[in-house]
C-alpha cells in the first residue's frame, strides 16, 4: 500500500513566522501535491510537482513556496504566515494513472 | 477551470438503507473521475475510480459516470454507522493529473 507521511502533524505559529511542512512519500511516484482544506472550500490545490528538481503552481499558490528536492520528499514554505493560513494542509503521491495517494493531513493554527 | 459541485450537502441514512450521492462538474472533457471517504480528522481514503461511462463496483461501493450528463455518482450498499464521514467527488481537469475537488457530502447512517 501507498505510503505518504506528513511532518508535524501539528502546528501552532505566530503571524509573520516562517513554516516549513514536509511530506514524504516510498511509492516512488513522480507526482506529489499539496492541498489545504477548509469548510466550504473542500480540497484546493496550492503546488505540485511532477519530479526532483520541479514545482508548479495550483490554484491558489499565493503566500506559499515548495520545494522538491529528491524524489521522495516535497515541502510546503509559508515564509511570512497569516491567519487565513490557518487550515488543515494534505500532501500527496501520485503515478501516470492519476491516482493519488494522501498523508495523513497536518492541522496549522496562525495565531 | 472545472467546477465540481456535490449534493446534498448531508445526508442521514438508516443502517441498510442505500445511499445515493452526486456530483456534478462543468468540463466534459474530464476522463478521470474518484470518490474518496474522509472519517473525521482522518486523511482520505480512495473508494472507486472510474474513466468511463456505466459504472464501476468496488465491494459496497457502485460509481456511475455519465459524461453527456456531466454527473457522476456515488451508491453505498447496506451502509453501516463506519460508513459514517465525509464523501468527496474529486474530477480531473481535462488532460491533466491535477484534481478538482467537491465541497464534500456529508453521511451518517444510523443503528
Known amino acids: ?111 | 477551470q472545472q467546477k465540481v459541485q456535490q449534493s446534498p450537502e448531508s445526508l442521514t441514512v438508516s443502517e441498510g438503507a442505500m445511499a445515493s450521492l452526486n456530483c456534478t462538474f462543468s468540463d466534459g472533457t474530464s476522463d478521470n473521475f474518484r470518490w474518496y471517504r474522509q472519517h473525521s480528522g482522518k486523511g482520505l481514503e480512495m473508494l472507486v475510480s472510474i474513466f468511463s461511462d456505466g459504472e464501476k463496483e468496488e465491494g459496497r461501493f457502485t460509481a456511475h459516470l455519465n459524461r453527456a450528463s456531466l454527473h457522476v455518482s456515488l451508491h453505498i450498499r447496506e451502509p453501516q454507522p463506519s460508513d459514517s464521514a465525509v464523501y468527496l467527488c474529486a474530477v480531473n481537469q481535462g488532460g491533466s493529473a491535477k484534481l478538482i475537488f467537491g465541497e464534500g457530502t456529508k453521511l451518517t447512517v444510523s443503528s
Open chain 1, 1 to 111: 500500500e501507498a505510503a505518504v507521511t506528513q511532518s508535524p502533524r501539528n502546528k501552532v505559529a505566530v503571524t509573520g513566522g516562517k513554516v516549513t511542512l514536509s511530506c514524504n512519500q516510498t511509492n516512488n511516484h513522480n507526482n506529489m501535491y499539496w492541498y489545504r482544506q477548509d469548510t466550504g472550500h473542500g480540497l484546493r490545490l496550492i503546488h505540485y510537482s511532477y519530479g526532483a528538481g520541479s514545482t508548479e503552481k495550483g490554484d491558489i499558490p499565493d503566500g506559499y513556496k515548495a520545494s522538491r528536492p529528491s524524489q521522495e520528499n516535497f515541502s510546503l514554505i509559508l515564509e511570512l504566515a497569516t491567519p487565513s493560513q490557518t487550515s488543515v494542509y494534505f500532501c500527496a503521491s501520485g503515478d501516470i494513472s492519476y491516482e493519488q495517494y494522501f498523508g495523513p493531513g497536518t492541522r496549522l493554527t496562525v495565531l
